[in-house]
């Protein structure tokens, strides 16, 4: 959801395709959800960003983006189901 609305996420999770995609859309930052190091940091730079700014900047790629929009993905899937039946 995060992705399509295109506001920046803090992703806890050791999941490397969610990692993956978080780091090459630009859409936030990942943490070790053991690490309390690594969140605290994020969240004091998420902070400090916020604070200089008044808001947090959204960075994100749009091929990427695009490459999971719902519209594209029912495109995908049809064409599959189309393939499918010849």
């Known amino acids: ?4 609305l295109r506001k920046r996420c803090l992703a806890l999770t050791h999941s490397a395709p969610l990692k993956q995609l978080i780091q090459d859309s630009g859409l936030g930052t ?6 309390t ?3 605290t940091g994020a969240l ?3 902070y400090e960003e916020w604070k200089q700014a008044k808001e947090l900047k959204t960075r994100v790629d749009e091929a990427v983006r695009k490459t999971y929009d719902r519209k ?4 995908s899937l049809a064409d599959l189901m189309h393939d499918l039946g010849k």
């Open 30 to 35: 990942v943490c070790d959800p053991g690490s």
């Open 37 to 39: 190091d690594q969140i």
């Open 72 to 75: 594209q993905q029912a495109e």
């Open 1 to 4: 959801e995060a992705l399509g």
């Open 44 to 46: 004091v730079s998420l």
